[in-house]
């Protein structure tokens, strides 16, 4: 197998290589080492720098192929291929390239060729993607208060100058009051006058007068009574 023998070939399971359709297989991997310390598929490389890559049995015929932006030393199929040896490479200076590397081998030109997994070295550029734009949420719709029916205060009924019947009746029984004092106040004074009146005129005795003031006690006990009402 030359190294330009398959350029118009894919290393892919199907592809007609040696008059036989290509099958995958892990029998063999693609080792690749920096400095001699083998990578993992996955790691990422640095810009600019040589790793090697090479099978984990190189047994038979074996092509490996490099794309993704890597320049394999040496190489054909523009620098992207290289067969029957470790294969050096070269990476990227800058980007976001993810490089991948296979190989096909075989041991018999009448077996099929058989393909490996793909390994791959991702950039040390961790790419930038535009900002997720999140949705905007509609405000939340107070609801309406709810109105509380508020009681008219009892209104306490009105006297005629405005004032509450209970200060009308206040000042009526106060009136009254006033009218009642005032009728026993000049009662007491036509006592006096007219009991000496009496006593000199009419030469009443003691025991009569004492009888006029018990009468008029009564009747201001009655007075009083009415005024009280």
């Known amino acids: 197998m030359t190294q330009s023998s398959y350029c118009s070939r894919t290393l892919t399971p199907g592809t ?15 080792v690749v080492k920096r400095n001699g310390v083998a990578l993992n598929s996955g790691d990422a490389y640095v810009f600019g720098e040589t790793l090697v890559a090479t099978l984990t049995s190189t047994s038979g015929e074996y092509v490996i192929q490099v794309t993704g932006g890597a320049t394999v030393t040496g190489g054909g199929c523009s620098k992207t291929r290289y067969a029957d040896g470790d294969t050096s490479f070269v990476l990227p200076t800058s980007g976001t390239s993810e490089i991948s590397i296979v190989s096909g081998w075989t041991t018999s030109k009448s077996t099929p060729v058989a393909i490996t997994p793909t390994f791959t070295l991702i950039s040390p550029v961790v790419p930038t993607y535009p900002p997720t734009i999140s949705p905007t949420l509609k405000p939340n719709i107070t609801p309406y208060p709810t109105l509380k029916v508020t009681r008219s205060p009892t209104v306490s009924p009105t006297a005629v100058d405005g004032s509450s019947t209970a200060n009308g009746l206040s000042s009526l029984s106060t009136s009254k009051k006033s009218v009642a004092g005032f009728m026993i106040g000049i009662a007491l004074c036509g006592i006096f006058v007219g009991g000496g009146y009496l006593l000199a005129m009419y030469r009443l005795s ?21 005024s009280m009402s």
């Open 206 to 226: 003691c025991y009569n007068l004492i009888l006029i003031i018990v009468t008029f006690l009564k009747r201001r006990s009655l007075l009083l009574a009415w």
């Open 16 to 30: 007609q290589i040696m008059n036989h359709a290509a099958v995958s297989s892990t029998s063999r991997l693609i």
